[in-house]
């Protein structure tokens, strides 16, 4: 008889239980970038986003820690996260970027890159900026997130420095220094949002820029 009752029970189905956990999660990421963004990190309660994506506030930080540990996973998806893909366009120009032997177009494709993918990028780190001064945690996630930009143009800088193309003079610590600063929310927020510059000037921009200020002469042919 126990055998029979044993028998008969359906297997554990922890696909669903998967599917819904990846459902929360997005969903509660979606209403915390929105909020976020419109009523400040701040003022924005882990109690509104919970209400508003349909989740309890205990599910949030299980799933995240807290809410600097939100504000993180956010920062991580707007780069390329799964609950938020990546615009082929974009996908597309980063694996073309990465396999150009030629530093000139690799760098005009990295302007490219930072053009069509700032407007999803770079409001989550100016936010992360603004929320670093009022939470230490959240500052602590905003000194992470620019550390790890930096340590992301080092191979960068090394790659114009092993094939001979940065200028005279330029070291692979100024390479990267000068990458990282190009890529900033800081200058994209001066010249989009002050100045209402269009991203495909800006990113025209920034790989002009980027060209001007690393490459060697020789490096690049004329145009």
């Known amino acids: 008889m126990t055998e029979s009752v044993n028998s008969s029970r359906r297997p554990y189905d922890s696909s669903r239980r998967r599917a819904h956990a990846e459902q929360n999660r997005a969903a509660i990421l979606d209403t915390a970038r929105r909020r976020f963004l419109a009523e400040g990190y701040a003022c924005c309660t882990m109690g509104a986003i919970a209400s508003e994506a349909g989740v309890s506030v205990e599910t949030i930080y299980k799933v995240f820690g807290n809410k600097a540990g939100l504000l993180r996973a956010l920062f991580d998806v707007a780069v390329g996260g799964d609950e938020e ?4 366009r974009h996908r597309a120009l980063v694996d073309r ?3 150009e032997p030629d530093p000139e177009q690799k760098l005009r494709l990295y302007g490219e890159i930072i053009g069509s993918g700032a407007a999803r990028v770079q409001p989550i780190q100016l936010m992360a900026r603004e929320a670093a001064a009022s939470d230490p945690a959240a500052a602590e996630v905003y000194d992470t997130i620019r550390e790890e930009r930096l340590e992301r143009m080092v191979a960068f800088a090394e790659f114009l420095r092993d094939c001979g193309a940065l200028r005279a ?14 890529n900033s929310a800081e200058i994209w927020e001066l010249l989009v949002l002050k100045r209402g510059w269009k991203p495909t000037r800006y990113g025209r921009w920034v790989g002009d820029a980027l060209v001007a200020a690393l490459l060697a002469r020789e490096a690049s042919p004329s145009r």
Do not use: N
Request: aromatic share 14%.
């Open 85 to 88: 893909p990546v615009p082929k």
């Open 97 to 99: 970027m990465w396999t």
């Open 169 to 182: 003079g330029v070291t692979v610590d100024e390479a990267r220094d000068v990458l990282w600063t190009y």
